[in-house]
């Protein structure tokens, strides 16, 4: 497993958590994603700037990376424009229809014990994962 | 929304994006490993849940026995319990999205800010899919 990070990863949870536990304890809120985008596309009186500025301080962790190691990070994408704009409305339709993504239903749903975040979980999983074999081992790199 | 309040969703944000770049899931080759189970099977992701998990299942039932959040007015749950169609339907859509592109909606909206043309690219994408859902919504659900 030539790929394996244990270490960030484990680290980088922590800090998702983390901040997923504050977000409850300071404002109330489930820090999901999905829902603070979707939310803020036909917000309600009063109820758009607390979504801006959590996203906007989402933004501005690669400039922290920047300050302190000199470059921002990079993210490297195999798939084709096709498949990414595919793959960005079926994720956006998809987390509004089922209520949630990998943060509100995988790490806050699950946290709070939510029979429904568990079959979400399982089900994006699953799914992801026969998408993943479909397109690496079926039709071989055709993303 | 008072100063104090500003301050902190935007401090929120900024640890929960920190978290996501430590963990590794900005990269979509590593998000797509771990969901490659019969090929190069990478369970970083698994333990970047399993560490959101333990601090937020231990942390969440200790801070839902107050009565109000410390600077808001009250909690905002989730009330829903029903195991319907558009919980399935709309979370194995998400999945298969999440597979193809290796991207979810939090290492995007991250992924954005590193001038990433590809995380961009999907954001704008997500976005048309959230307000074609809304659409959707509008059109099957009956006004009251």
Redesign the interface.
Known sequence: ?P????Y????????????????????????G??GI??GL??PSK?DA???A?????????????LLVTGH????????S?R?????????????????????G????????????SL???L???????????L???VFGGA? | MNAKQSLASLLLGALFGVGLMVSGMMQPQKVQDFLDFTGSWDPSLALVMGGAFLVSALAFPLIVRRKVPLIGHKFHLPTARDLDAKLIIGSALFGIGWGLGGFCPGPAIVGVATGSTSALLFALAMLVGMALHRTYHDLTTPSQ
Request: with cysteine.
């Open positions: 497993m790929h394996f990070t244990p960030s990863a484990l680290l980088g949870g922590l800090l998702i958590g983390t901040a997923a536990s504050l977000m409850l304890l300071l404002k109330g809120r489930i820090a994603i999905s985008v979707g596309l036909h009063g700037s607390w979504r500025l959590f996203l906007i301080g989402m933004m501005t962790a690669p400039l922290g990376a921002l990070p990079e993210i490297s994408s195999q798939a424009t498949t990414i704009l595919l793959s960005g409305l079926l994720v956006g339709f998809g987390t509004r229809l089922g209520s949630g993504c990998t943060s239903h995988g790490v806050c749903g699950l946290a709070r014990r939510s029979p429904r079959v979400a979980t089900t994006f999983i699953a799914s992801g994962a026969l998408a993943v074999f397109s690496r081992h993303s």
